[in-house]
């Protein structure tokens, strides 16, 4: 008899549904599989075979054959060995022929035929549902996570027993186990923060990180050691406007493919900051490998990507961040077609101006000046032009120790930074994007417009800084953030000289 039972896996972001058949006839035993499957998955026979024998079922000397499609799509991973336990069972006539008809399985077994946890579950039931599917058979472990999608029955497993235990008897299982959801509440770890006002002095740069959140501008923070640079950039998840819920979706998909959401926490529901070092390998920070998985800055996804001493990071490892840092998706080419992951951030960045770290003050600075050449030159000119903000960290003034001024608290500047966000995104409603930095050059006109003496200064700055086009636009959108965080409609001088401000480091350090 042959059975067939549902279920599904990942190719990149994509859920693909796997039909997996078994087919039991008389002949020389022996279980054999098939299906353009990866060495993992030519390992489940083995596995589910214990897996069922440790269940207490015996199963019969008989040829087994296992068949998993389409033939078009490779299986990897270890979450197909529920399903073909249970397409065996049923083939065998254990289970039932038509009990598990509309119901998707997936999970991996051990070997005495526990269910353990597996990656991806929040896209595939989200698909599932949208199929129209009714039920979804998953890993207790990966319960909660399922049940975030509405609309669809989730079953969450813990042996390979409850699946028999649930074909007997559907109704008496699932009130069971539903008393146990009832009891699971579903946590949000509010972890303690960094905050802003722990920081005495250093407002050009709070002001320059308030402007960078504020319209999800790439910042670059230059200073000497001991400026605070690093941590008054730890501190911007302290100030990022929160998740909408359509974002929290698209993330944890992410999250749930690599296998990083927490149990308790389904949802992701904070933005991600992802804090690299620069050890960082270029598929560790892009994504890639022979099956294509997303990386850091898919982690960043809708976040920030932060990276302390920009200059320590190999020069390619830079290079590859380009075409990212300005299409805000990755595309990874393979063989068999494209992956395209999303990379939705904005980048934190912070750095010394030399090795030793107190270039330009000569008095202090020990270094060469082709020592000093070399150590900016590992940051190349279109690495820059990516860069929105660009501000020097000087060294803490004595008296911004001594004083213990108060300063604003993140929870200040968090509510100037969403009321900024929300002018934005009424602004841009029915746009394809939601923030200043995203608007494109042929909306700069409309948005970013300047007033008859705004134009004369930019005129004059276009020539005397040496900008570029995408610089020039750079500025008109960090300009256009500045008026908003003062609810000001029209762009003014005083917006415009600030957002040039920005550029002048560039201009100091690379073009000198
Ligand atoms: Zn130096």
Not at 139 to 156: L, T
Not at 427 to 451: H, M, V, W
Request: hydrophobic share 40%; proline share 5%.
């Amino acid at each position: 008899m042959v059975s067939t039972v549902l279920s599904a896996t990942m190719d990149g972001l994509k859920v693909e549904f796997v039909r997996v058949e078994a087919d039991v006839s008389n002949g020389l035993p022996l279980l054999h599989m098939v299906g353009y499957l990866s060495a993992e998955v030519k390992d489940a026979g083995e596995r589910v075979r214990t897996a069922i024998g440790n269940t207490g079922i015996r199963i019969p000397p008989k040829r087994i054959i296992i068949n998993l499609s389409p033939a078009t799509v490779k299986k990897r991973g270890a979450s197909f060995d529920l399903p073909i336990a249970a397409a065996i069972l049923t083939a065998l006539g254990v289970i039932g022929e038509d009990a598990l008809k509309d119901i998707l399985l997936i999970g991996e077994l051990n070997l005495e035929g526990k269910v353990l946890k597996v990656p991806g579950i929040l896209p595939i039931v989200m698909e599932a549902q949208k199929k129209g599917c009714q039920t979804c058979m998953i890993p207790s472990e990966n319960e909660m996570e399922g049940q975030v999608v509405q609309g669809i029955n989730i079953i969450g497993v813990k042996h390979l027993q409850d699946v028999l235990d649930y074909v007997s008897h559907p109704a008496e299982f699932q009130k069971q186990h539903r008393g146990i959801h009832r009891a699971v509440r579903i946590k949000y770890g509010k972890e303690k923060q960094l905050d802003f006002c722990d920081i005495q002095g250093q407002e050009m740069l709070k002001r320059a990180v308030e402007v960078a959140v504020a319209g999800q501008h790439n910042l670059l923070l230059v200073g000497t050691p001991g400026s605070s640079k690093t941590m008054i950039a730890k501190r911007v998840p302290s100030i990022l406007p929160p998740l909408t819920e359509e974002e929290r979706i698209e993330i944890s998909k992410i999250y749930s493919i690599m296998g990083l959401l927490k149990e308790d926490e389904p949802l992701v529901s904070t933005r991600p900051f992802r804090e690299l070092h620069h050890t960082v390998t270029k598929t560790a920070l892009v994504g890639g490998g022979m099956i294509p998985r997303p990386g850091e800055i898919s982690l960043a996804h809708c976040g920030v990507l932060m990276m302390d001493e920009l200059a320590e990071y190999p020069k390619n490892v830079l290079e590859v961040l380009r075409q990212p840092l300005e299409e805000h998706e990755i595309q990874i080419v393979r063989v068999r077609g494209a992956y395209v992951f999303p990379a939705e951030f904005f980048l934190v960045a912070a750095m010394n101006p030399c090795p030793c770290g107190y270039y330009p003050d000569m008095e202090k600075c020990r270094c060469t000046k082709s020592e000093v050449d070399h150590y900016l030159g590992k940051i190349s000119q279109p690495f820059l032009s990516r860069i929105d903000i660009c501000v020097e960290a000087p060294r803490v003034a004595y008296q911004d120790l001594k004083e213990q001024k108060t300063c604003d608290s993140s929870a200040a500047i968090r509510e100037r930074v969403c009321a900024a966000r929300n002018i934005q995104k009424a602004r841009y409603q029915g746009k394809a994007f939601t923030t200043n930095s995203r608007i494109p050059e042929s909306d700069i006109q409309t948005f970013c417009r300047l007033d008859e003496e705004g134009e004369k200064m930019m005129k004059l700055a276009y020539e005397k800084m040496n900008l570029t086009a995408r610089t020039y636009y750079k500025v008109l959108r960090v300009a256009r953030t500045i008026a908003d965080l003062e609810g000001k409609t029209q762009i003014r001088c005083i917006h415009l000289s600030e957002a040039l401000s920005y550029r002048e480091m560039n201009h100091k350090y690379w073009e000198s």
